[in-house]
T-cell receptor, first 112, second 112 residues
């Protein structure tokens, strides 16, 4: 079974803090994705990566950056957290553009 | 880019009844249409998918239909059970885009 793990289930941070969300997958998948999930807005793509050290902007990249130094690990970085970044963050991985996306359990981030 | 609309946003049925969730997409190049189920506190998980060369696919109580001409696809759940209660997402993708676009989700409640 593919396993995607996220470093934290719940996180509370203060406005202006730098926040790191970590995601690790164990199936040697090439592609990894970060989404945020808000009520009524579905899953919105923040960034994705096709390979190590590669990244592509998704639909809502503003205020975020990512890092992929190793194939199995994809990090989402909030350079200076703001209250409007309070959300559920979901990481996913997939082998190819059309294949099943495997999601982690999510990190619920609260920015005060 | 691709745009996916999903309806209804909430759906309540009695146990044993059928449930239908509908999605439309805009990009005629999309050719892979998965459906994900998200239970409380978990990440979305694939429950069924369909590719553009197929009109219908069934897996026990779950079926998906695709109308490429009209650019819409639907999820059908028969003989619903309380454990079917969850948020359901449709998605559309194509190989060139390398990523999926998700609908806004449908919260299904099955009343015992």
């Amino acid at each position: 079974d593919v396993k995607v793990t996220q470093s934290s289930r719940y996180l509370v941070k203060r406005t202006g803090e730098k926040v790191f969300l970590e995601c690790v997958q164990d199936m040697d998948h090439e592609n990894m994705f970060w989404y945020r999930q808000d009520p009524g807005l579905g899953l919105r793509l923040i960034y994705f990566s096709y390979d190590v050290k590669m990244k592509e902007k998704g639909d809502i990249p503003e205020g975020y950056s990512v890092s992929r130094e190793k194939k199995e690990r994809f990090s989402l970085i909030l350079e200076s957290a703001s209250t409007n970044q309070t959300s559920m963050y979901l990481c996913a991985s997939t082998q190819g553009g059309q294949e099943t996306q495997y999601f982690g359990p999510g990190t619920r981030l609260l920015v005060l | 880019g691709e745009n996916v609309e999903q309806h209804p946003s909430t759906l309540s049925v009695q146990e044993g009844d059928s449930a239908v969730i509908k999605c439309t997409y805009s990009d005629s190049a999309s050719n892979y249409f998965p459906w994900y189920k998200q239970e409380l506190g978990k990440g979305p998980q694939l429950i069924i998918d369909i590719r553009s060369n197929v009109g219908e696919k069934k897996d026990q109580r779950i079926a998906v239909t695709l109308n490429k001409t009209a650019k819409h696809f639907s999820l059908h759940i028969t003989e619903t059970q309380p454990e079917d209660s969850a948020v359901y997402f449709c998605a559309a993708s194509n190989a060139n885009a390398g990523k999926s676009t998700f609908g806004d989700g449908t919260t299904l409640t099955v009343k015992p």
